[in-house]
Nanobody, 116 residues
Framework: QVHLAESGGGLAQAGGSLRLSCGAS????????MSWYRQAPGKERRLVAR???????SYDDSVKGRFTISRDNALQLVSLQMNHLRPEDTAVYYC??????????WGPGTPVSVSS
């Protein structure tokens, strides 16, 4: 069982920045592929950024050049630095852990609201 807890969401103005963090339990964090997803009102949950256990990083096209995902295996944290925020970035952001064996886990989510 892996428990995830996001923090850092809140309100921002367009062009501003927020940093999300996700702390994870478990003894093999370095082996998890970690991702950030978001779900806007009335829309499906979508992948925003992923960092694998091998530090391979990928982004959704809508956030490339603006968001940066990183991980600290010693602290069991994954972060999402969000710069140049846009109103369309408004969503609930979820942390996701994918284990090599044993399933996928989600955090409860943290809301981000960007005003124009």
């Amino acid at each position: 069982q892996v428990h995830l807890a996001e923090s850092g969401g809140g309100l921002a103005q367009a062009g501003g920045s927020l940093r999300l963090s996700c702390g994870a339990s478990g003894s093999n964090f370095g082996n998890y592929d970690m991702s950030w997803y978001r779900q806007a009102p009335g829309k499906e949950r979508r992948l925003v950024a992923r960092i694998t256990s091998a530090d391979i990083i990928s982004y959704d096209d809508s956030v490339k050049g603006r968001f940066t995902i990183s991980r600290d295996n010693a602290l069991q944290l994954v972060s999402l630095q969000m710069n140049h925020l846009r109103p369309e970035d408004t969503a609930v952001y979820y942390c996701n852990a994918q284990l090599p064996v044993g399933g996928t886990y989600w955090g409860p989510g943290t809301p981000v609201s960007v005003s124009s």
